[in-house]
């Protein structure tokens, strides 16, 4: 379980303006600014739930995760991982708990992946029974065999991201904190790494937090998200609930096979998007079934889709609110 | 993390530290071929010595005192700093700070696990010094023979240690490897590596003499190649104790509060 309270954290960072005489300047004297990289979130995840983390580049995601991970201490605020207090890095709680950023590797670099493996094994002191019987299955489900044997740096980087995958749950860690782990991944890789992760979850009731890029590992993955901007927390909660919530309209997607009309259109739903003969209607839910009757039945259509708005869509319309709630408020004071 | 664990994943961290030194060959040949700043000393000061000694050094002096330096340097070499410094700069920092053994063991490890490699190296040079120079420039009482061995320990205990706390300055500031060229500029002069201390003008060898410098590797040479009284040894090996332990102390201490600034403002 992973309890955040009131969680704070600021950081001062060094400004300077552009120029010589300003670089010369703060060689004497330097400007420091504080920044409010989290600012008050609290949030609770029940063991075994798969929790996606969205917010704006900036938001304080990869903070919050370094928190809760142990690598920052926070300002203020309590902060509860597994019963420990991720900080203190314990033994104990070292071996309940993974961090993965896909911009970071802990694979030796010179070495094949094995050699990091054997490594981790010492080092975690996992008993060589349980050992061979992990990396077998990580082996099994991520592929592995082909890579375990060569040098990590003659790696491809989807295939080293499974493999450091693999180097951060050797330990069977129960807490998964993944910070961007399909980042720079092709469409294939990204779902085989989605796969994984959701059957690790199952097999071992891990508890699973993510921050991605791409809305789809995350509609894929999580049930729940917490959206954070600016360092607070806009929203908790079920996926479908929110995009119900923000934008109740289904997106219809349909190719047409003969003309139609603007106005004949327009009798069905909005008119988003009208790329040569494939067309995106945004339609209310409760119409839908006409919607597409009329579609298939009277206009000449193929190829139709439903689907809820995109995430990305919605996220924006939120960020959009929490800023101009943000700038109220200021006025306000 | 407990003693009793640290030490079950000993032998593998030895045995990644091997694999590591044997997979970076190249980074390994250009280490040797930088430490041997000994050997043009040695080709320097034995043609001064050639007519006549010189400040007491004969030619066969020289060349012990060099050959000694150049195993010494060999053995106790290390470049945790620099480790340390890519590391915070690259962020795999962050990644070491989540297994549970402390970092300082992982380091010393590979770098204990790159000695037998240095030692191939070292060991043809130790012959050629036996036979060119033979008994008269180097030591023969037993007693200080025994004792090379541990005080090339604590030589390579302080260096390590140092070098550690240097490399910790990275926490704190951007460009901590700066301050390496300061430290060799020092480490050259105070511990014997250009020249023997005796040469050195009186206030320089007063300050080397006091220094952790000289602790890093002209006791050893000294215990190699200079007969020395029991009492004299015992000082030295005590004095270097003390410098071992302080040096490590400094270290452990500067590597705690790099952590926490690290906690602090990330990295």
Redesign the interface.
């Known amino acids: 379980m992973i309890r955040a309270r009131e969680l704070v954290k600021h950081f001062r960072v060094h400004k300077r303006p552009p120029g010589f005489a300003a670089a010369m300047k703060s060689l004497v004297r330097r400007h420091y600014e504080g920044v409010k990289a989290i600012d008050g979130v609290s949030f609770e995840i029940q063991r075994g739930e798969r929790v996606g983390f969205l917010g704006p580049n900036g938001a304080g995601k990869t903070t919050t995760l370094k928190v809760l991970a142990g690598l920052l201490h926070p300002t203020s605020g309590e902060v509860e991982v597994e019963g420990h207090t991720p900080y203190k890095r314990q033994t104990a709680f070292l071996e309940k708990i993974t961090l993965v950023m896909g911009q970071k590797s802990q694979l030796i670099w010179d070495l094949p992946p094995s050699e990091t493996y054997a490594m981790n094994r010492a080092i975690f002191d996992v008993p060589h029974a349980e050992f061979t019987k992990t990396l077998d299955e990580l082996t099994q489900l991520l592929d592995l065999a082909p890579l375990l044997d060569k040098p990590t740096r003659q790696l491809s980087l989807g295939e080293r991201m499974k493999c450091e995958l693999a180097a951060a749950l050797l330990h069977r860690p129960t807490t998964l904190f993944l910070d961007e782990p399909t980042i720079g991944l092709d469409v294939a890789m990204q779902l085989a790494i989605r796969d994984f992760i959701r059957s690790y979850n199952q097999r071992h009731d891990a508890t699973v937090l993510l921050t991605s890029h791409y809305m789809d590992d995350v509609v894929a993955l999580c049930p729940r998200i917490i959206v954070i901007d600016s360092g607070t927390l806009i929203h908790d909660g079920d996926l479908r609930g929110l995009i119900k919530a923000m934008d109740p309209d289904k997106r219809v997607s349909f190719t047409l096979t003969s003309g139609v009309t603007d106005a004949q259109l327009a009798a069905v739903g909005t008119v988003l998007a009208r790329e040569g003969q494939r067309i995106t209607l945004k339609v209310p839910e409760r119409e839908i079934a006409t919607a597409v009757g009329h579609l298939l039945g009277t206009l000449e259509t193929t190829d139709l889709a439903i689907e809820d708005p995109p995430l990305e869509e919605i996220l924006r319309v939120m960020f959009g609110r929490s800023r101009e709630a943000k700038a109220e408020a200021k006025d306000a004071r | ?2 003693v009793a ?1 640290t030490l ?2 000993l ?3 030895l ?2 530290g091997v ?2 030194t044997v ?2 060959r190249g980074e390994f040949l250009v280490w040797i071929l930088t430490t041997t700043l000994p050997l043009v000393m040695l080709g320097l000061w034995t043609s001064v010595a050639k007519e006549a000694p010189f400040q007491g050094y004969a030619s066969q002096d020289f060349v012990a005192y060099y050959l000694a330096a150049l195993i010494v340097r060999n053995l106790t070499g290390s470049w945790v700093a620099w480790q340390i410094s890519e590391e915070i700069r ?3 920092m ?2 070491r ?5 402390h970092p300082m063991i ?1 380091f010393a490890a590979g770098h204990v696990a790159a000695i037998p490699f240095r030692s191939l190296v070292v060991l043809p040079i130790a012959v050629v010094l036996l036979v060119s120079s033979g008994a008269s420039a180097l030591t023969t009482e037993p007693l200080q023979l025994a004792l090379i061995v541990p005080s090339l320990a604590l030589a390579w205990l302080i260096t390590f240690s140092v070098l550690f706390a240097i490399g910790t300055l990275a926490f704190f500031v951007t460009k901590a490897m700066a301050l390496l060229n300061l430290y060799f500029g020092l480490f050259s002069l105070l511990s014997g590596y250009l020249l023997p201390l005796p040469l050195l003008p009186a206030a320089i060898a007063r300050i080397a003499e006091y220094s952790p410098f000289r602790f890093m590797l002209s006791v050893p040479i000294e215990l190699m190649t200079r007969p020395m009284a029991t009492r004299e040894l015992a000082e030295l090996l005590a004095l270097q104790t003390g410098w071992a332990v302080a040096t490590l102390a400094l270290a452990l201490w500067l590597w705690r509060l790099g952590v ?1 600034r ?6």
């Open positions: 993390m407990s664990r079950r994943a032998p593998t961290l045995r990644i694999a590591e997979a970076y690259l962020g795999s962050s990644m700070l989540l297994r549970p053994v992982a926490r690290f906690e602090a403002v990330g990295g």
